[in-house]
């Protein structure tokens, strides 16, 4: 089965702590994308990558980094620098040539105290 | 002012009636038009796009954009039950980004 996955599902830390989002794809897409969705509003990206071993800063990408070394795979680091880590994190791909139809994982909720 | 402005809602249709989704857009430069469907507590899943003026039809569901006035609408036809979730919008900007609205909430009464 073709898709994009996203481990774990739920993810509790406490405030401090970095943590790290998996974010994996078999569909030999070359772009990746970060975006976290808070209760009630439209996804706000965080970070993109078009090839392996580069990416660009999104529109929120204080307090997150990423990495690229592989096409399969974008992780996401949030680190302890982020002032408001609680939310929805959805991590999506898409072919190069069609960068702009974005098919997205299950999402991971991360909830820190 | 908001890139992308929904109506958050709620929106309620009787299973059977026509839901009409609107979305207003900010950037004149916008050239590419989404319509992603999001059910509670699960991730987006894209389920129309739109390039050009004019309407676009899958099954029951129909896409329209007006460029001159910035709008893109997505029609339901005969609802369903099945239908009722966050709807939400997103238009192209620059770099390859897509830009969201906050959604519009729908719910298909029975």
């Known amino acids: 089965d073709g898709g994009i996955t996203q481990s774990p599902k739920y993810l509790f830390r406490k405030e401090g702590q970095n943590v790290t989002l998996s974010c994996e794809q078999n569909?030999?897409?070359?772009?990746m994308y970060w975006y976290r969705q808070d209760p009630g509003q439209g996804l706000r990206l965080i970070y993109y990558?078009?090839?392996?071993?580069?990416?660009q800063k999104g529109d929120i990408a204080e307090g997150y980094s990423v990495s690229r070394e592989k096409k399969e795979s974008f992780p996401l680091t949030v680190t302890s620098a982020q002032k408001n880590p609680t939310a929805f994190y959805l991590c999506?791909?898409?072919?190069?040539?069609?960068?702009?139809?974005?098919?997205f994982g299950p999402g991971t909720r991360l909830t820190v105290t | 002012q908001k890139e992308v402005e929904q109506n958050s809602g709620p929106l309620s249709v009787p299973e059977g009636a026509i839901a009409s989704l609107n979305c207003t857009y900010s950037?004149?430069?916008?050239?590419?038009f989404f319509w992603y469907r999001q059910y509670s507590g699960k991730s987006p899943e894209l389920i129309m796009f739109?390039?050009?003026?004019g309407d676009k039809e899958d099954g029951r569901f129909t896409a329209q954009l007006n460029k001159a006035s910035q709008y893109v609408s997505l029609l339901i036809r005969d609802s369903q039950p099945s239908d009722s979730a966050t709807y939400l919008c997103a238009v192209t900007g620059s770099a390859r980004q897509l830009t969201f609205g906050s959604g519009t909430q729908l719910t298909v009464l029975p």
């Open positions: 999506a791909s898409a072919r190069e040539d069609k960068a702009y139809e974005q098919y």
């Open positions: 990558s078009q090839i392996v071993n580069d990416f």
């Open positions: 950037d004149r430069g916008s050239q590419s």
């Open positions: 569909l030999n897409h070359d772009a």
């Open positions: 739109i390039y050009s003026n």
